[in-house]
């Protein structure tokens, strides 16, 4: 049985970590599927929008598979965090917009791929945290880096030196969460906010993106250099001109991501 799997419908990829029986752990097994299907998706410009998620109703991930690196060498498990590290990078380098879908449990790995992501939507009864100081190590697939900058230094501070766990209600007030949805709804809500999005040009959605993204690294001025030049790949788009076109015919633009 596939550890990932990928769905693609209406221009909305769906990656679901298909290991409920483990709580969606990463073993390395599941960070080689990962890795390849973020590497399917980033190429096929079919697709607009991604959706993560997690099977079963308990957990969007509880991190790292704690049996396997049990039974691993310090190597192996060096191993396995440049591994995780590569595959959530590569998510937050997506050209797309990306949605975290936390059904449940996001504990460590888990949390630090829902950071990966542009967005995180998360169901009314998830729990979620980076927990690693309470097993003596700190978070090492992008945690310490991404949430400072997420909800700034003080508050990252005390969610990861604290290990606390979090509601999805407490997480929605330190502006972790995009949006808090009943359970049943997560995936119907967060394809709906794809669809919103996907409603636009697709290569302004890339660019616009990309800007955000680039210059939020730098300065004032180098970040309004990256936005002139993201801006200047959408003129001679054909997308911009079916814009213009249909703005002038008063109806819905037909964009096909060129």
Known sequence: MKSILLEVANHIAVVTLNRSNALNAFNHETL???????????????IRAVVFTGAGEKAFSVGADLKERKSLSDELVKRNLFKINECFNAIDQLPQPTIAAINGFAFGGGMELALA?????????????LTETS????????????????IGQAKALELILTARRLTADEAF????????????????ESLAFCTQIIANGPVALQQAKFAVKQGMNTDLNTGLQIERKAYEVTLPTE????????????????????
């Open 239 to 258: 997308d911009r001109i079916e814009a213009l076109q249909a703005f002038a015919e008063k109806r819905k633009p037909v964009f096909k991501g060129k």
């Open 173 to 188: 007030s330190y502006g972790i969460l995009t949006r808090v949805v009943e359970g049943n709804e997560l995936l119907a």
């Open 135 to 150: 097993l003596a190590i700190i978070p090492g697939a992008g945690g310490t880096q991404r949430l400072p900058r997420l």
């Open 117 to 129: 992501c542009d967005f995180r939507f998360a169901a009314s009864g998830a729990l979620m945290g």
């Open 32 to 46: 080689m599927e990962l890795q390849d299907t973020v590497k399917e998706i980033r190429v096929n410009s079919d």
